[in-house]
């Protein structure tokens, strides 16, 4: 299965999952990335992601690859699990992979080496991204889409690197979706036509190569929904992670103007970026995982009543 934060369906026969996430899930003290949707299961503030992988480095350019290769060679476990961009949801992902499979070996490709020894005392195992020696059964890919010239040709290198047996998944974004006037919008939306933006381009061809491979989408950072999708093995498919309240982006920041949480009040949205925006709805992702978002609300996240 292979997926990114929106899941998308493969005809090929390897189980593979994509998911498509709002990618909102810490409180919005700005702008940047925020999405009228947030899926609050987490509730840290970890350092920010390292960079996306760009050019593709050969294994062994590092001590960590040769560390790698020599793992691989001693013979992949059921379990082992490879995440590409292992960043602020990638570790979260490897802390509660271990927790549910004592022994497995977890990787971890990146762009650089800055953060090798963070992700070592981690126990995931660094490696500048590449060809690994011997493939694994779990993939998941973490990486954004920015600093790099080629973001569907990390995710094939990424697919070349699964065996195909378990589960291969994709972080993506319900950006992709067409829709910005506040309208409701699910796992079998349409989505923006290839052509229109170069943002969502990136996106959209990112998760096709996922698809090609086999793999799935999912739309939305959420750990736990990241795991039970991989746990699954389920075909390639789309989606969605978010909670049980949609909102739209005005909404949310009246929520987190009315929590105190922060010292400066958002006064309005000064970008292209307006007020509404997409109200993202994941029922049909939710009755086929058998998931729940810890915070059934964003209101509840902030702990506030409704």
């Not at 960079?51 to 082992?80: K, N, R």
């Amino acid at each position: 299965m292979s997926c990114s934060f929106r899941f998308h369906s493969s005809a090929l026969p390897a189980a593979a999952a994509q998911l498509r996430l709002s990618r909102g899930l810490r409180p919005p003290p700005s702008r940047r990335r925020l999405h009228n949707t947030f899926s609050p299961t987490l509730s840290i503030s970890p350092p920010s992601r390292p960079a996306a992988i760009a050019i593709a480095s050969p294994l062994g350019a590092s001590q960590e690859a040769s560390a790698m290769a020599v793992s691989a060679s001693e013979g992949g476990g059921q379990y082992d699990l490879l995440i590409v961009g292992p960043g602020v949801l990638g570790r979260i992902v490897a802390k509660r992979w271990q927790q549910e499979h004592p022994g497995c070996k977890i990787f971890g490709h990146t762009a650089t080496t800055d953060h090798h020894s963070e992700l070592t005392q981690l126990g995931i195992i660094p490696s500048l991204k590449g060809p690994a020696v011997q493939k694994v059964p779990y993939v998941i890919f973490c990486a954004p889409p920015y600093r790099t010239d080629d973001y569907p040709g990390d995710l094939r290198v990424a697919a070349s690197n699964w065996n195909g047996q378990g589960s291969f998944l994709f972080t993506s974004s319900t950006a992709v979706y067409d829709c910005s006037d506040n309208g409701l919008c699910s796992e079998d939306s349409p989505c923006v036509p290839i052509g229109r933006s170069p943002r969502t381009d990136v996106l959209l061809k990112a998760e096709n190569a996922v698809l090609e491979a086999g793999g799935s989408v999912l739309r939305l950072d959420a750990a736990s929904l990241a795991i039970a999708i991989m746990k699954r093995r389920l075909r390639a498919r789309v989606f969605v992670g978010c909670d049980n309240q949609p909102l739209s982006r005005q909404e949310i920041m009246d929520l987190v103007n009315r929590s105190g949480k922060f010292d400066t009040k958002f006064q309005g949205f000064t970008g292209t970026d307006g007020p509404l925006g997409k109200r993202m709805e994941n029922s049909k992702t939710r009755a086929e995982i058998g998931w729940q978002p810890k915070y059934p609300s964003f209101t509840e996240f902030l702990g506030l009543s409704n």
